[in-house]
């Protein structure tokens, strides 16, 4: 390969003439950000169920345990969960509902729900409140017919149970990053410099700091393909090109400083061609989950 790619570089005409087709053709940008929204769904539902069933992570037998649990209390008897054919397939993501929408700032986006089997059933928390006018008494909602009620408590430990399985608030980007506090600009930084709490890159950088950095999912092919995963057969040249996008992208959107990110992806003395590679993909990866969360407000 003689020449990579040349990166995308957009100006303010370009972005507005993009604008310009997106509102002139906006069916044309409903049916191109659907078909990558349906990849989302499905690839989060396969994720999911495959987070769930894992051995590797920890708790699957005592949310096992906790349905066992539950069965028996409304049955009356011991249950076994193995004995229980629906619940083989305990983890599972059966089926699922999707809405797209528009939102008012233009973005296309998807809401999902989830079928999960095993998944704690709870239509209405039991949460005990003082009566108005009459201090000292508590009121308690009549339930519906047929809705399962459940105290606050017992409906927190159900869902800590199933579900801390499957979602986190830890914060990668804040965990391979301990000298961020003080290579992160004083906007950044949370009390002396720490971590906890402290905004995400995008968020401090605001709309106009935005703009002067390349976002991580700007990244070519070529450097996807020759610095995050198997190699390409590049010149010496080449190869130098595609790490030095890679640095440029980083640098302005991970929280990583330049001197770590030049001592971990640089060609180092003793580090193999893979090790760099590893080191790349945890970076981007980090920086990239970081990036496209709205909420990057996460104290981890």
Sequence with gaps: ?????????????????????????????AWYCAVKLELAVALTAALLTEQLQSDAVPGRDEARDKLAEELGVRLGVDVSVDDIPDVR????????????????????????????????????????????????????????PGQHVVPQAEAADRLATFWDRAYTEFNVAKAISPDAGQAMPANMRCGGGELAGAVGIRQALGPIGEKQVRSPESIS????????????????????????????????????????????????????????????????????????????????
């Design 1 to 29: 390969m003689e020449n990579a790619s040349p990166r995308l570089c957009l100006g303010d005409r370009d972005e507005k003439a993009y604008y310009q087709l997106a509102v002139r053709d906006p069916g044309a940008v």
């Design 89 to 144: 397939h305990f983890g599972q993501v059966d089926d699922s509902y999707v809405s797209y929408e528009w939102s008012e700032g233009g973005m296309i986006h998807v809401h999902m729900a989830f079928w999960v089997v095993g998944a704690p059933r709870i239509d209405k928390i039991e949460v005990p409140r003082e009566q108005l006018g009459n201090p000292g008494c508590m009121q308690i909602d009549v339930p519906l």
């Design 221 to 300: 092919y070529e450097t996807h393909a020759h610095c995050l995963l198997h190699g390409l057969d590049l010149g010496i040249a080449e190869d130098a090109s595609c790490w030095d996008e890679l640095l440029e992208i980083l640098q302005g959107c991970s929280r990583s400083s330049r001197e770590a990110l030049e001592a971990g992806l640089r060609e180092p003395g003793s580090a193999s061609s893979e090790t760099r590679r590893s080191r790349a993909r945890l970076r981007l990866v980090a920086a990239l989950a970081e990036w496209v969360n709205m909420h990057d407000l996460h104290k981890a």
